[in-house]
């Protein structure tokens, strides 16, 4: 399978580096400003996304450009242009799941987003297939590497200045972080994983949420004394048939798995009837990890075993 | 699509149960001594196997029998007859893996056994995909409901016998449970994820192990003094090009995630590169969490979405 990628960022080289040394999948075009290109490789570099949209050899597009209007923009070009598409881009994924899960079951592509969520961890696939035999009733997580990685370094008594310095220096926040912080990105995270359990589109201005920098309010001995450890935690549960949402600080008991990830590591619960509670933990940052997951996709697009594209595929051969 | 269900013991009623309830699958058969029907279901029974294998319309079976012998017959029948074979038997699925693997390849069909391995987990399934992008260089696991449940009641003080009994009433032992007892369930289940790891028959009599009955050597309450907690625990690691096997207990420290593992719960940590290291938790044991994980394969089927039965269609659609 021919394929692009979109970006030659951290993520970007990562998912190069990988796909190089897969024989089923054959990189044809990086899109990024020709100065960045690696010498080994300048003959695929482009900055003219069309000649990507129009060379009908290339059948999957994986994007790791980051941002919103471009990215979007883009995401719709590729999908109407008959090619699968692939991305770590969670602003666009949080926005505008249901309109690009319709557009490219319309055009008979498959449009997968595993690395949006949840870094390594495939709770995409995960979560999709639990929901065909069980009920979802909630879901719990980690899923904001940044945030877990300073209160990792917190418990070992770093101050908050000390412990974001300490992330940023091992690539683990951004420099401009005040998105993770804030406490956005772990709302945009809960809200695609609300949408895939229950099918319901949810409005991130609605879900209460807290900054992590309400951590220094806390006694963090005192908690540590208690034998509990404090967690920066998203919530989805729903009651009869209202969806509740929440990003806050919880002081977890000891005892509690979830007291147990540290660092940049990831978790995620799903409560379920009637095959009871799962966790899934995996790296929630990183190049080579996260690039791990986007080749996943790519895989799961070769196999065909993405459920949207099976079923159009169906429609396709009918028509 | 129609299926027959063999087995109306604890797993099987649950399989049924569950599948009443979905649209997409038709239950036409179940195979079990007529006296244990259930009055709503009495046409459904037979105890006549060749009249399941030989009804054309049954595209799938799910074996829910146990045992060794009849359940290995009925596996080649089934497969041979061109019929998805699904099963939660680990004894066969340990012993047999790569020939009925090989022989559904050769008759076009699907081979699953999710349920054969860490219960409701889809271990088989992540398992096999992480492969696809990233070398797996260690597995560990609590792959025995009974055991586990025997050891966490121990942390509270209970003897083993005492412990023993109250997962025999609680349903979570067998009456004879000799087979986890000594270490035989979790050295199946880890040659099974071997087996898919790194494609390696493995020969179970090689494996390193003791009884859990040894817990009764080791002092409970100077370990947990120490802040540890004595675990029965599987694991598999690739060095070299050796596999080192073994099923052992082990004082796990208190920050060590599988530590707070408890009860009939079961866990698996892959270990790989690139991505890292992936923790799965979920329940070992119990009527409809098992036939949960069963259901999910049939799901699977359903959407091609195993890779076997994909390339197979292929190849069935250019003869």
């Given amino acids: ?31 990024d400003r020709k100065e960045k290109f690696d010498k080994q490789l300048i003959d695929l570099f482009t900055d003219n996304i069309d000649e990507i949209l129009n060379d009908d050899s290339i059948e999957l597009i994986v994007e790791v450009l980051g941002g919103y209007d471009f990215a979007k923009r883009i995401a719709i070009d590729a999908i109407t242009h008959h090619k699968h598409f692939v991305t770590a881009n969670k602003e666009v994924v949080a926005k505008d799941i249901d309109e690009l899960s319709f557009l490219a079951r319309q055009n008979c592509v498959a449009f997968c987003y595993e690395a949006s969520v949840g870094g390594t961890i495939p709770i995409v696939k995960n979560l999709k297939a639990l929901t065909l035999v069980n009920e979802i009733t909630k879901i719990t997580g980690i899923l904001n590497g940044t945030t877990n990685y300073i209160l990792s370094r917190m418990k070992e008594n770093f101050s908050f200045e000390d412990a974001l310095l300490d992330a940023k220096q091992k690539g683990f926040a951004e420099s401009n972080p005040s998105f993770d ?30 900054p992590v920098t309400e951590v220094k ?27 509740h949402l929440s990003v806050q600080l919880v002081a977890l008991e000891n005892d509690d798995l979830l007291s147990h990830i540290n660092d940049e590591y990831n978790a ?7 095959a009871g509670k799962f966790v899934f933990v995996g790296k929630g940052a990183g190049s080579l990890p996260t690039a791990a997951a986007i080749v996943g996709d790519i895989y799961d697009i070769l196999h065909q075993r993405v459920l949207d594209v099976y079923y159009n595929k169906n429609l396709y051969k009918i028509q």
Same sequence: chains 1, 2.
């Fill in 1 to 31: 399978m021919k394929i692009a990628v979109l970006g030659y960022g951290v993520i970007g080289r990562g998912v190069v580096e990988i796909c190089l040394t897969k024989k089923e999948i054959e990189l044809v075009k990086i899109f």
């Fill in 181 to 210: 912080l804030e406490g956005f990105d772990m709302m945009r995270k809960i809200a695609i994983l609300s949408d895939l359990a229950w099918n319901t589109k949810i409005d991130i201005k609605q879900i209460k949420h807290v």
């Fill in 217 to 243: 309010k806390y006694n963090l001995k005192k908690i540590s004394k208690e034998k509990k450890t404090l967690k920066y935690i998203c919530e989805a549960t729903k009651i009869d048939q209202e969806i």
């Fill in 268 to 274: 995620v619960i799903i409560e379920t009837k009637p």
